[in-house]
C-alpha cells in the first residue's frame, strides 16, 4: 500500500490559497458594497419604478417588525433597568443607576439588538431569496436573470434593480428600530426610576444630556449607520460577483459567508465604538 500523496504545492501552499481566495472574496463583497453606497445616494437611480419598488421593500422590512421588536425592546429594558437600579440601591450607589441604566442600554444594546434583529429577519432572509432565484435561473441555463425574467447583463444594473431596495430597507429598518427602542428604553427608565411625576424631568434630562456629549452623539450615530450598513449592504453584496451568478455551488455557501461576514463586523464595530467612548 502506497502512502497517500500531498497535494502539489504541500499543505502551506493549500493554505495560501484559501486565504488568497478568502481576500479575494472579501475584495469583490468591498467593491459591491461601496458600489451600492454609491447607487444610494445617486439621484438618477430614483426612477419612479425604483422609488416603488425601494417604497415596497421598505413597508415589508419595517411594517410588520416594529411592534413585537418595541415590546421586546421594552419587556428587556424593563427587566435590566430593574436590575441595574435595585443592584446599586443595595450597594448605595443608587446616584449612579440612572446614568448606568442610559449607557449599557440606550448606547450598546439596544441598537446592537436592532441590527441582529434586522439582520434575522430581514437581510438573511432577502439574501437567500435572492440566492435562490440566482440558483434557479444557473441551473436552468439562463444565467444572468431573476426569477421575473428579466436580463441582468452587468453587476452595476442587477444591484440597482434587485439589491439596492432590499439593502435601503434593511438600512431604514435598523435606523428605526433603533430610534423607536432607544426612545422607549429612556422613557421606560424615568418611568421606573421616578414614576409618573413630572418633578425628576430636570434631574433626569441634565442627566441624559451629560452622558449624551457631543462626542458620545457622534459616535452613536455612526455606530448605528456603521451596523446598518453591516447587517443590510454587507450580505446582499455578497452575491454580486460574477462567478457567483453562474456557480451554483458557490449559492449554497452564500448564506453561512455572509452571516460569518456580517457577525465580524458588528463585533468590530461594537469594539471600536467602545474604545471611542471609553478610552
Known amino acids: 500500500m502506497t502512502a497517500p500523496r500531498a497535494p502539489k504545492g504541500g499543505y502551506v501552499g493549500g493554505v495560501l490559497g484559501l486565504w488568497r481566495a478568502w481576500a479575494q472574496r472579501g475584495w469583490q463583497v468591498l467593491l459591491a458594497s461601496v458600489m451600492l453606497l454609491v447607487l444610494a445616494v445617486s439621484p438618477r437611480v430614483y426612477t419612479p419604478a425604483h422609488r416603488a419598488a425601494v417604497a415596497r421593500q421598505v413597508m415589508q422590512a419595517t411594517w410588520p417588525h416594529v411592534l413585537w421588536f418595541s415590546l421586546g425592546a421594552t419587556l428587556l429594558g424593563v427587566v435590566l433597568i430593574r436590575i441595574v437600579v435595585v443592584t446599586a440601591q443595595s450597594y448605595g450607589l443608587s446616584q449612579y443607576a440612572l446614568e448606568m441604566v442610559v449607557r449599557v442600554l440606550v448606547l450598546e444594546l439596544l441598537p446592537l439588538m436592532a441590527a441582529l434583529f434586522v439582520a434575522l429577519r430581514w437581510s438573511l432572509p432577502a439574501t437567500a431569496q435572492l440566492a435562490r432565484t440566482l440558483r434557479k435561473a444557473s441551473q436552468g441555463g439562463q ?89 443590510a449592504v454587507v450580505p446582499v453584496a455578497g452575491l454580486s460577483a460574477p462567478v457567483v451568478w453562474c456557480n451554483p455551488d458557490a449559492l449554497r455557501a452564500l448564506e453561512m459567508q455572509g452571516l460569518v461576514r456580517m457577525t465580524g463586523l458588528l463585533l468590530l464595530v461594537e469594539v471600536v465604538s467602545l474604545m471611542g467612548n471609553y478610552y
Request: glycine share 6%; hydrophobic share 60%; net charge positive.
Open 143 to 231: 444565467v444572468g436573470q431573476v426569477a421575473s425574467k428579466r436580463p441582468v447583463p452587468d453587476a452595476v444594473t442587477w444591484l440597482t434593480q434587485e439589491a439596492l431596495p432590499r439593502a435601503l430597507a434593511g438600512v431604514f429598518a435598523v435606523w428605526l428600530l433603533a430610534a423607536v427602542s432607544c426612545v422607549l428604553g429612556l422613557v421606560m427608565a424615568y418611568l421606573l426610576v421616578y414614576g409618573w411625576t413630572p418633578w425628576g424631568l430636570d434631574a433626569y434630562t441634565h442627566m441624559v444630556g451629560r452622558v449624551f456629549s457631543p462626542a458620545v452623539t457622534l459616535i452613536f450615530v455612526l455606530k448605528t449607520c456603521a451596523f446598518s450598513v453591516a447587517v
